[in-house]
């Protein structure tokens, strides 16, 4: 049989990727990806993805009892929904993650925003669950979590393990909201990375609510952080790159191409890859050759706080109870999407503008919150800031009363 031809791919190709993906002001969105654990409201145990009574399977059902949707299957296994109103996949401890479709304004995300958490209570009710509206489990031993049955966590399990001694505490009991955001060209997309990644420290202690691990206090405001800093360095955190000046696409697809890869996809499933770098690969031609989407996929086994794919990534927050949810995207919306709030970001994260004092930065806001000082610099006074510019920059009333809400929860103003 003849080999399949296969376009070989380049770094240049690969960041061509993100360039062709540049849209124009008036074409920018936002999405939004919601992390939800449960447990059996009776007992308090994690769910299991099938069981006699609450389970991870039947809240999928009912899901789309509900709501409607595409069931998405691996092998006759119901794993997530595709629908009209967003997606639902599995997290690999269980946790239920909604994506938003994109929308074009954060009164339209809020509708969608609503949708999904009324849907939740209401199954939760019907099913016999109870969500945790916290970004740690705080009770479960690890040992006591369950795995959910998809072939990508069979291969993260084992080679992640290998490389953190918290990765599968990150896997299985974490949960976050993830922000998404359109950028028009390559200036932009590096300002806007930048920024992100700059108020990392910032956005950290206005949205930590993780304080309990294994049924007692942590010591740490964002338990979350603290263990990402331990789940695999290679691919989490961020690099060093960020911090230069001439930081870019091409750098980042540099630094990208030598993060060992996870898996790759042959046929209808995925294979490990062996740890190879992705750069290793493109060396490699016909039916061993790496496609586009081997490379969104190894994109998406990159953790850094933020990262990118055709638009940009913002991972820092902590989930927050339903109310307080939209103050996140509110918050990089009024942030990333106007350029005076842009030039103020970097302004106010130039105190966290090099590696070791980035890191300083997380580390002090993951343990205290808005209590922290970075280098005599107080982060709520840095939040104040942030918030006040990102208050300035939105007309959406929901965006402004989430983060008024926000600002109330750590005793802080918005700015008029």
């Known amino acids: 049989m003849p080999r399949i031809a296969r376009e070989k791919l380049t770094c240049p190709k690969l960041a061509g990727y993100f360039r062709e993906n540049f849209r124009a002001r008036n074409q920018w969105l936002i999405g939004i990806e919601v992390e939800t654990m449960g447990v059996d409201a009776a007992t308090g145990l994690p769910l299991a993805y099938e069981a006699p009574g609450p389970s991870v399977r039947r809240v999928l059902e009912r899901y789309a009892e509900l709501r409607s949707g595409a069931p998405v299957l691996e092998g006759e296994r119901l794993i997530g929904l595709d629908a009209p109103w967003g997606n639902i996949s599995l997290e690999p401890g269980g946790q239920v993650e909604w994506s938003s479709r994109p929308a074009q304004s954060l009164d339209e995300l809020q509708e969608a925003v609503t949708g999904h958490l009324t849907a939740m209570a209401s199954l939760a009710a019907d ?12 009770d479960a031993a690890l040992a006591d979590m369950p795995w959910m049955p998809k072939a990508r966590y069979e291969i993260m399990r084992r080679i992640m393990g290998e490389r953190g001694r918290l990765a599968h505490r990150m896997m299985t009991q974490t949960a976050s909201i993830q922000c998404a955001f359109d950028y028009a060209s390559d200036e932009d997309w590096s300002r ?19 304080s309990r691990v294994d049924g007692k206090d942590s010591g740490w405001a964002s338990y979350r952080q603290a263990i990402w800093r331990e789940t695999d360095p290679e691919r989490c955190d961020l690099p060093k790159i960020v911090f230069d000046p001439a930081f870019g696409i091409d750098a980042w697809v540099e630094w990208a191409c030598d993060v060992p890869t996870l898996f790759l996809r042959r046929g209808s499933g995925l294979v490990p890859s062996g740890g190879a770098t992705f750069r290793s690969l493109l060396a490699q031609q016909g039916c061993d050759g790496v496609t586009m989407e081997d490379w969104e996929l190894h994109l998406s086994s990159i953790f850094t706080e933020v990262r990118s794919y055709g638009y940009l990534e913002v991972r820092s927050a902590d ?16 942030i990333l999407y106007d350029d005076d709030a842009l030039d103020e970001a970097l302004a106010i994260g130039q105190v966290f503008d090099a590696p070791d004092a980035w890191r300083r930065g997380m580390d002090a806001a993951s343990r205290e919150g808005l209590r922290a000082q970075i280098d005599g610099t107080a982060i709520a006074t840095l939040a ?16 402004a009363d989430a983060l008024a809400r926000i600002a109330r929860r750590g005793g802080l103003e918005t700015g008029p």
């Not at 989930?319 to 009024?334: D, R």
């Open 384 to 399: 104040q800031r942030a918030l006040s510019r990102a208050r300035r920059s939105l007309t959406s009333p929901a965006g």
């Open 319 to 334: 989930l927050l109870p339903g109310p307080l949810v939209l103050a996140v995207p509110a918050f990089w919306t009024g």
């Open 192 to 210: 806007k990375f930048r920024a992100a990644a700059l108020l990392g420290p910032v956005a950290v202690a206005l949205f930590a609510n993780s």
């Open 127 to 138: 099913t016999g669950v109870r969500w945790l509206e916290v970004a740690v489990h705080p």
